[in-house]
C-alpha cells in the first residue's frame, strides 16, 4: 500500500479525470527518432494504473484533430496531460492552450511555458537575464549560410526545438568549420527545422526533477549521467542512441557524490528556472558540471517523460525513495491543489 491509499476515502476521488496523450505510430521517415517524443501506450496505461492504485479513475483520450469534442463528449473535469502536440515548435502547448479555452484544469505548465522552453534559445536568452550560467549558442537558421563566430570549437549541433535527443547523436561534436557544414546540411535537410550551435561542455552531466508547487514545491537529489568507460569516443553525449539503449552505455548515480556546494547550486539554479518560467506541478532540469566546477544550464523539460521504467524523471525520483506509482499521483495531486480541486491534502472537492 502506498501513502496515498491510506489518505483519502474513495468516495471522495470522484472526479472526472482524462489522460490526454499523443502515441508512437510507427510511421517510418529517413530520421530513425522521428517519433521520439511521443508516447508508447505502455506509458498511457501505467500512469492510468498509477491513479487507479491510489482510488482515481482515469478514462483515456489520444490527441488528434478530434479532440475537443472527445472532450466535450466524455466530461471529464481535469485533464493529466502528457500530450506532445503535432506540428510547429509550439506544439506542446497546442494542448494546454485548448483546455485553457475550455475552461478544464489540467497538470503541469500551461502553454506559454510550455512554448518558451520548448525554444532552447528563446529559453537561453530569457534565463540569461537571470544570470544563470549556460553556453554560448547561436541559431542556425534553415536556409541560411552557418555563422557561429564568437563560439570556441567543440560546438553541438542540436534542433533548437526538440526534445528525447531527437537530432543529437554521437556526431553531433564539431571540431571545425568544415565539419560544421557537413554536419548542419545534414542535420536540416533531414530535420527541416533551425539548429542550435552551442559551445560544448565537458565534464559532468546532471538531471534535477521538481515537484509540486509554491511553499510545497520539491527537488528531488540531482542525479548523475555516467557514462561508461570505452563505451563512447571523445565526446560524452546524452544521445538519442544512449537513451535507447541506456543500459549499455550508462550508470545513474544519485546521490552522485558531487561537492555538496555544487549540488546546492544544480538545486537553487533549478528552483530559479522553475519559477521565472512559470514552471506548475513538475519538471527536470539538465546541467552539466564544467571541469573548473562551473554549472551550466543545458534545457529545462517541463513536461518531462514519465516512460515507466525508461524516462530519467521516475528514475530519479525511484533513486529518492519515490516510486512509480506514488510520483504520478503526486503530480497529479498538486496540479488538482493549485486548480482548487483538492482542499487539504488527498480531499477532492466538486467543482
Ligand atoms: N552544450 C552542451 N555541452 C555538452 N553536452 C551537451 C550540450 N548540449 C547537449 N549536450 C548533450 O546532449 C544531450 C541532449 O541534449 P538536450 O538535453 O539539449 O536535448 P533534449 O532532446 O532536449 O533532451 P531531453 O531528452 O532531456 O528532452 C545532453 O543530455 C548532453 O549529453
Ligand atoms: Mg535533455
Do not use: W
Not at 110 to 119: F, G, K, N, R, S
Not at 258 to 284: H, N, P, Q, W
Not at 308 to 315: A, F, G, K, L, Q
Amino acid at each position: 500500500m502506498t501513502e496515498c491509499d491510506t489518505e483519502v476515502p474513495l468516495m471522495q476521488k470522484e472526479i472526472r479525470i482524462g489522460i490526454v496523450y499523443n502515441l508512437k505510430k510507427g510511421i517510418h521517415s529517413q530520421a530513425i527518432d522521428h517519433e521520439a517524443e511521443y508516447d508508447s501506450i505502455e506509458t498511457v496505461y501505467g500512469i492510468q494504473n498509477a491513479l487507479k492504485k491510489n482510488g482515481y479513475q482515469a478514462s483515456l483520450l489520444e490527441a488528434g484533430k478530434d479532440l475537443p469534442g472527445k472532450l466535450q463528449e466524455s466530461g471529464v473535469d481535469f485533464v493529466f496531460n502528457i500530450a506532445e502536440g503535432m506540428n510547429g515548435r509550439g506544439r506542446e502547448a497546442q494542448i494546454p492552450a485548448l483546455l485553457t479555452m475550455l475552461d478544464i484544469p489540467f497538470s503541469g505548465s500551461d502553454e506559454t511555458t510550455l512554448c518558451i522552453a520548448l525554444d532552447k534559445a528563446i529559453t537561453k536568452r530569457l534565463l540569461s537575464t537571470y544570470r544563470v550560467r549556460t553556453p554560448k549558442f547561436t541559431v542556425i537558421k534553415k536556409g541560411e549560410r552557418p555563422k557561429i563566430s564568437g563560439l570556441q570549437y567543440p560546438v553541438i549541433i542540436k534542433p533548437n526545438a526538440e526534445g528525447s535527443s531527437k537530432g543529437i547523436s554521437d556526431i553531433s561534436i564539431v571540431e571545425n568549420r568544415k565539419e560544421l557544414l557537413l554536419l548542419v546540411d545534414k542535420c536540416i535537410s533531414l530535420y527541416q527545422q533551425d539548429f542550435l550551435a552551442e559551445e560544448y561542455i565537458e565534464g559532468r552531466e546532471f538531471t534535477v526533477g521538481i515537484l509540486g508547487n509554491g511553499s510545497e514545491t520539491k527537488v528531488f537529489t540531482p542525479m548523475e549521467i555516467v557514462y561508461k568507460k570505452g563505451t563512447q569516443g571523445e565526446y560524452h553525449v546524452y544521445s538519442y542512441n544512449v537513451k535507447q539503449e541506456y543500459k549499455k552505455f550508462v550508470e545513474y548515480h544519485c546521490p552522485s557524490g558531487i561537492e555538496k556546494s555544487i549540488e546546492d547550486e544544480m538545486i537553487s539554479t533549478a528552483k530559479l528556472i522553475y519559477e521565472v518560467l512559470g514552471c506548475r506541478d513538475f519538471a527536470r532540469i539538465d546541467f552539466r558540471v564544467s571541469k573548473e566546477g562551473k554549472v551550466y544550464f543545458i534545457e529545462i523539460n517541463p513536461l518531462p517523460g514519465l516512460a515507466p521504467n525508461y524516462s530519467d524523471y521516475p528514475m530519479l525520483a525511484e533513486f529518492c525513495g519515490m516510486e512509480y506509482d506514488t510520483l504520478v499521483t503526486e503530480v497529479f495531486r498538486a496540479a488538482a491543489k493549485r486548480c482548487g480541486l483538492m482542499q487539504q491534502e488527498g480531499d477532492l472537492i466538486e467543482r
